[in-house]
């Protein structure tokens, strides 16, 4: 990896959004034709983009009984063990209606409701992601959505994954749509005959599904579309270059476009790491997607003093930061822009992505400067609650028409004050 | 007014993202020139579009001490009593960086860290919006955003709005940029040798404000872009028809877009309110806006029960609701998609437009569906805290490795079996 001394900027490439027109006209004719012929529209692209032709577009009980025999019952347990954690974290976000009152008769206060129902896309392809179902679909469960409808591609024989539907059906999901692409976030965001419109859609995808979801946006609500995922490892002289390297690689073998950063002030570690990932990568079976990761967008940051560490962490404001580094909670206050924070050596990203409860959908390239990780408050919304009895009105409809009068609304004036006329209907 | 039996579908309009295609032309190359040029596009912009020289970019303290001296002292008292009403109510809205432990040395948790910098756009032009200025800033600074810049444009002698500077200074608002449109959002976005760039930008504006905002997403964020206001009045036989009159015409004053609409059960109200809405259009100033607006989408829907007017609320997700009922509190968990929801007959729209609290920047458009009034969560944002310790991940390695490797990554698996070799370096 490459070792560099830190200058003064030093920041995440930012993906241009371009090269997408081609897409984009495609995307639209798929949206425009789910919108006119609907169920229709649906079977055709699956038979034309996923070669399946299907029966029923839902996923059938037998099908998912079929899931569950397919898969080894340790890995089951692994999935009920993570839905445990994961919701047990997720109950902790949940916020509460309140109200204020005062002794003149105001109430004011904030009534959180859920949404009514949130689409769920799952991409489909040979990789299965149940992982993805956990994070996305339990946060709408807290939150109480209504209804929830997950939505992937089929293979050839019309079937999904086993680990997406066992853990689809662990959470209790019922109704599966065998769709992908932006056919499927078509279908969510409009509805068909057969699919329910749904109030928001989130989950993952390739370059069809982003675009079908960034169109659709305003008619229904979306989710962050995500970049490729990113690493960065704050680490003094104390961590071990062994945990470093694996670390870095658990991310690199993501995608070639996966972003794998150190930053230390520690040469003998920069040296350590760089030797330590090259014998790690020998024997590891996605080796090549992760060597282009870190050609082109890892390296190893040397800077002055851990201070200076962290300023580069912040600049960075990675989607994942590990802090490797023997007092490791020194660090957590300090750091401003991140979507999570892995604080010690046992702490590795693995942890977090799949099991230890926070959710692994995060704000990647640089957005962590303004975004949080998916909570349970993206399946909320507010509502603002005003009560003003007679007596808050009387004694405040003048400074309030006089607020509306500066603004050049006197139909807003008039309105506090037609309420003094207590007697006349 | 037209009064209409309600009928399977009642939704509000969807403004078609049309038409937009020129002006998008024209915000394109001014953030272009904009990031080229700096300062020098900005203020060839402001002598273009805003007919301004400028000497200085930004206001001084002594355009603020003229501005305290043109504006009367009751409308000054006015706006700090709002202050301090808004403060108060955002306060309430704070929430904590919170942890959870385990004694096997699991800590997970949540880090709320504020934005470091937020611009805030008020709109310029004859009018001003004081009460703009409060809503976007007050949630900001109880946020504890590190930077609030306010961008307005100045008019062709280079001043802005007493009531706007009055507002900015009573909230201790420092830096005042004179730009507006689509320069100023450039601007915000990307920094000029004078403008530092901010992570967020809000405030409303006209099309060339918004097509830039949508430009300039993802470099930084935005809150939403808002469409025509709207209030639905929800009304019994108890309501009085001037009080709802009044509270139409204080919606459809705002603009011939503006969208005012009665749902009610009791048609002897329905006709009193046609009949009060023209009564009260005779001396309004702004009567021909209103009138308007009324005749293009205002409406008085008769429902066949109270319950079904509340359907028709929440089909419609508006803006504002009142309600104007003899129970109003009856109806409070009943609506499930309302931006604000005012109760009761001392209620009117204007309270919380100026004065009351909650914030006026709400969710248009039937997207009160899945979004929310702007809070002090927007200028918030949340890292998730992992925190293994050995025990914790020798307890859960194998579940978290073959979780891994069921979607095929075998260097996250890895990563946490490797922390098992505490032995070798």
Same mark, same amino acid.
């Given at each position: ?8 900027? *030093?920041?995440? $490439? ?13 995307? &639209? ?7 006119? &012929? ?22 059938? +009980? ?10 080894? !019952?340790? !890995?089951?347990? =692994? ?12 109950? $902790? ?6 109200? !204020?009152? @005062? ?11 859920p ?27 807290v939150a109480n959505v ?8 089929? &293979? ?41 419109? %749904?109030?928001?859609? *989130? ?26 995922? +990113?690493? *960065? ?6 961590? $071990?270059?062994?945990? *470093? ?17 150190? %930053? ?8 350590? %790491? ?13 080796? =090549? ?58 702490? =590795? ?27 349970v408050?993206?399946f909320l @919304? ?24 500066? +603004? ?18």
């Open positions: 990896m490459k070792i560099i001394q830190v200058d003064e900027q *030093v920041s995440l $490439r930012r993906d241009p959004d371009s090269g997408n027109e081609k897409i984009q006209a495609i995307v &639209d004719e798929i949206i425009a034709e789910v919108r006119k &012929d609907g169920d229709e529209a649906l079977r055709a692209y699956t038979k034309k983009l996923d070669g399946a032709a299907l029966d029923a577009l839902f996923v059938s +009980e037998k099908e998912r009984a079929q899931a569950y025999e397919s898969m080894d !019952t340790r !890995t089951v347990d =692994a999935i009920r063990q993570a839905i445990a954690n994961i919701r047990d974290f997720h109950e $902790r976000q949940r916020s509460e209606s309140w109200m !204020t009152t @005062k002794e003149n008769g105001t109430i004011l206060g904030q009534q959180i409701t949404l009514d129902a949130v689409g769920v896309y799952v991409p489909g392809g040979k990789a299965a992601y149940p992982s993805t179902i956990l994070m996305d679909v339990i946060p709408a469960q209504g209804r929830i409808v997950m939505a992937s591609p089929p &293979d050839e024989s019309g079937l999904l994954h086993p680990a997406v539907l066992v853990a689809a059906s662990e959470l209790g999901v019922e109704t599966i749509l065998k769709a992908g692409g932006a056919q499927a976030v078509a279908a969510l965001a409009y509805g068909t005959d057969s699919v329910q419109a %749904v109030d928001k859609i *989130v989950g993952p995808g390739n370059s069809f599904v982003a675009l079908a979801k960034r169109a659709v946006f305003g008619q229904v609500d979306i989710d962050m579309i995500a970049g490729p995922s +990113e690493i *960065v490892v704050l680490a003094d002289d104390s961590a $071990r270059p062994d945990y *470093v390297a694996a670390d870095l690689l658990s991310q690199a073998e993501h995608e070639e476009r996966a972003t794998a950063i150190v %930053v230390t002030p520690s040469k003998a570690l920069a040296e350590k %790491v760089s030797a330590e990932v090259e014998r790690q990568l020998e024997d590891l079976p996605r080796a =090549a997607i992760a060597r282009e990761a870190l050609d082109t967008f890892g390296a190893i940051y040397l800077s002055a003093d851990l201070n200076e560490a962290v300023d580069v962490v912040n600049s960075l404001a990675p989607e994942h930061v590990e802090v490797l580094c023997s007092q490791p909670f020194q660090y957590l206050g300090k750091i401003r822009h991140a979507g999570a924070i892995f604080l010690g050596e046992n702490s =590795a990203e693995s942890v977090g992505d799949y099991f230890a409860g926070p959710n692994h959908v995060l704000p990647t390239n640089g957005t962590a400067r303004f975004s949080s990780p998916l909570t408050d993206d @919304k507010k509502s603002s609650i005003i009560h003003y009895s007679e007596e808050a009105l009387a004694q405040n409809s003048e400074m309030i028409a006089s607020l509306a009068r500066v +603004e050049g609304f006197e139909a807003h004036a008039r309105a506090v004050e037609i309420r003094k006329k207590k007697d006349v209907r």
